[in-house]
């Protein structure tokens, strides 16, 4: 992956994760639907099919995602 796509990719994480704090602020979205909304993108993921490294490179997705998860950091949490 070129260094703009890593940028590309990190910048596009950010604006993600901003927008699902800002939703569940407001109320759009409740805690357990965000999570719901990121592990459905994980299991996207995970069950993705392709070449060995394209599979890695879901792989790596899925786990990132599941980090996002474990550490709360798209929810606000007391």
């Known amino acids: 992956m070129s260094t703009a796509s890593e940028h590309a990719g990190q910048a596009a994480l950010s604006i993600c ?5 800002a939703m569940n ?3 759009v979205l409740p805690e357990h639907e965000i999570v ?3 592990r459905d993108a994980a299991a996207t993921h ?3 099919l392709g070449t060995e490294l394209e599979m890695e490179r879901h ?6 995602i599941n980090a996002i998860i ?5 929810v606000r949490r007391p």
């Open 17 to 21: 994760e901003a927008l699902l704090l």
């Open 25 to 27: 602020d407001r109320g």
């Open 36 to 38: 719901g909304v990121l």
């Open 46 to 48: 995970v069950n993705a």
């Open 59 to 64: 792989r790596v997705v899925a786990e990132m």
């Open 70 to 74: 474990a550490g709360g950091n798209s």
